[in-house]
């Protein structure tokens, strides 16, 4: 069967090279005459895989010495507990904007065990943009400033980021990462779960700087305490080996593609592909204020339910799946994370510009 071009929010999909060397090096892995799978965490073979892993990922987003890369499970939901408990280290305040049902989430996490502020809030409209920050708001004694960078079911990003000072700026990435150059430096801690950007789920990476490492509440159950991660390179219990290795592979895929100022520069293509016909389509409509407009999901609305359900279904039959919106939405979404190629986004536009004429 014919691959189709995969729309999907998470998990989505991954790099065809990527998938065929897994493949081809699936039951005997690096010449070690077992699967990846079957590996000893421990052992020299599986350590080759998980320091490369590293060592790409800090290449790619020139990371600084000073920060940690934690190879985690648990997902970036997991992240919405893990963050507070360690980082509520003195006044146990946190700032926090919402944009949306992640950014709730995290939220609702953090207030299990300190004080949240919102500092700013775009759910008036349904988070169809991202919010002025109004540094007048912000708590100066905050033990942290969170905020969503990419809002994967809105289809916002942050394109400036807050100037929160000494205040650690901590993000969820989830659905961001890797798609564009971030300075690791303006941030204190980035978490992502990697079934987006980064590989198959179940691997979640923590980039956190090291002076917000050994910090947590007494309470803390000893696997959601970044210190035990960070002491045991990951290896406090069974990291997920797979998932590491599936992610090495991506890395060296957007390294040889020429790393991220050149993945930055596709995505910007194939996003403005998209908009571009959005805003001249006299059919479909985008979602999203122009200036706040993400590069990983794009939402667009036809004008009634029964032409969105029509869509959906003629261009699954078109092989251009996964593009229903999400239920709070509704409409349409196609996440174009990294590995949807070029090609993929001039199928859609191509699907998009027929179905118009035949519509209307
Ligand atoms: C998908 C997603 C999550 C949830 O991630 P899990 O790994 O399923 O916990 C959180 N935040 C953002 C921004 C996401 O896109």
Redesign the pocket.
Known sequence: MERVYNFS??PSALPLPVLEEARDQLVNTNGCGMSVMEMSHRSKMFLDIYNEAESLLRQLMDIPNNYKVLFLQ???????AMVPLNLFAKSKKADFANT?V?SK??ISEAKRYGTVNIVASSEDTTFSYIPELDESKFSKDADYFHI??????YGTRFTKLPNTGSVPLIT????CILSEVYDVNKFGVIY?????NIGP?GL?IVIIREDLIGNAMESTPTMLDYKIHADNDSMYNTPPTFAIYMAMLVFRWLKEMGGLPEMEKRNIEKASLLYDYLDESTLFSGTVVPKDRSLMNVPFLLPSDELNKKFIKEAQDAGLVNLAGHRSVGGMRASIYNPMPFEGVKALVSFMKDFELNNK
Do not use: E, H, P
């Open positions: 929010a998470g648990g997902g970036a939901s997991t992240q919405f949306g992640w989430k995290a969503t960078l990419n809002n994967t079911i969820d990435a989830s659905s992502a779960g990697a079934q987006k789920a979640t």
